[in-house]
């Protein structure tokens, strides 16, 4: 199934290949198809080229029309991991900013609300961390042995489907 063609090149051909395609995937596959079909449009909308919903689902069926199903799958993937570890990088940035003002604030109404404002950034890490080993945990069967999230220019990428846009 993984080595099938996308068949993407209008909305009704579309729709008709992914009711036979939904057929054979578990629940978690199909979960993780529509994740990359959001990440793939998400991508190409902050690129600034596309806009509104039916521009981003017709670019999204451009680009992963004659793809195979496993090259969309890890290039979604790819996006939402490197989307998440850009986040990741920020909130570390941060954290690393302030953390000495948090831990030597006084424990007055401004430091109770500097410390509330710095946990929530800490759940914030929190959940990115966990979104990201999610994202690692469901792209392993399809990806090559030994590849690793640590570099994403290594990560691989059918053409036409960039992690950065």
Do not use: C, H
């Not at 959001?38 to 600034?48: F, H, I, N, P």
């Amino acid at each position: 199934m993984w080595e099938r063609t996308v068949e993407a090149r209008d909305e009704l051909s579309f729709q008709l290949w992914l009711g036979r395609i939904q057929r054979d995937m578990t629940p978690e596959e199909r979960e993780l198809w529509g994740i990359t079909l959001s990440e793939v449009g998400l991508a190409l909308q902050t690129t600034g080229k596309v806009s509104g919903a039916e521009a981003v689902r017709a670019a999204v069926r451009e680009r992963i029309d004659g793809q195979r199903v496993r090259e969309v799958l890890v290039a979604g993937g790819t996006l939402r991991w490197a989307r998440l570890e850009r986040e990741r990088q920020r909130l570390v940035e941060i954290v690393r900013f302030n953390e000495d003002e948090v831990l030597s604030s006084e424990l007055d109404e401004a430091g109770r609300q500097l410390r509330y404002r710095f946990n929530d950034i800490l759940v914030q890490l929190e959940r990115v961390l966990r979104d990201q080993s999610d994202i690692e945990r469901r792209l392993r069967p399809y990806l090559p042995p030994g590849t690793q999230f640590a570099d994403t220019d290594r990560l691989p990428t059918p053409a036409g489907l960039p992690v950065e846009f």
